[in-house]
């Protein structure tokens, strides 16, 4: 069954923590970014893990093996549970980011192919296949897939097998929950929650969502 993730992207402390708490119930995860982090400090991730939910860190890394050991290392002392990377960088840098999350008993995702119209650009021509490939021999715990083209979500699911698939773009992107729901481990949902006059109602109307067995 796929989860239902909130992409909790506002920028006010008090904001995201009324959000968090109210859509919580609804929730299997809920992943934080920069937005959120560079306002209200690291230290949010301490106030949001309160809800009890595994907090995801979508710093979407990309820099050198050890830049990126240092950056997941306090990602993990802040307390999260998980961290996003990217992998064109390189296997070395995916293979330091996995192991800073293993160490810390968290999980690693790597953005195989990014949701917006632009990611089609770059993530071409057999990249996003080949940096899906090299995620899993890195050891990483699953991928970043799009769900504004659920043919490519089942293009890189034949690479990365029972590995976990984590998909973005559904709602203000145009995504369709219900065409990647049977394909995926988990759905990113942000603004279509978080900016709905009733978060937690929104929240609550994708239950069905984390009924849907995955094909």
Known sequence: MPELILA????????ARAVAHACAPY????????????????SIAGELS????????DFKVADIPNTDQLICDQVFAAGFSGVICHGFTGMDSVKACVASSHAHKGEC?????????????????????QIASNAII????????????PDRVRVLR???GDKKILSPGIGA???????????????????????????????????HIRRHKKA
């Open 109 to 129: 995702y790597v953005v195989a192919e990014m949701s917006h119209p632009g990611g089609k650009e770059f993530f071409s021509g057999g990249i996003a296949e």
């Open 27 to 42: 929730l299997d995860a809920i992943k934080i970014g920069y937005p959120l982090v560079l306002s209200a400090g690291l």
């Open 138 to 149: 890195a050891g990483a715990d699953g991928i970043i897939a799009p769900a504004t083209r």
């Open 50 to 57: 309160r809800e009890g939910l595994p907090l995801i860190a």
């Open 8 to 15: 909790l992207d506002v920028t006010e402390r008090k904001k």
């Open 173 to 207: 992107q145009g995504g369709d929950a219900d065409a990647v729901a049977g394909l995926v481990d988990g759905i990113i949902m942000g603004r279509s929650i978080y900016e709905a006059p009733d978060p937690a109602a929104a929240a609550r109307s994708y239950a």
């Open 158 to 160: 034949g690479f990365v």
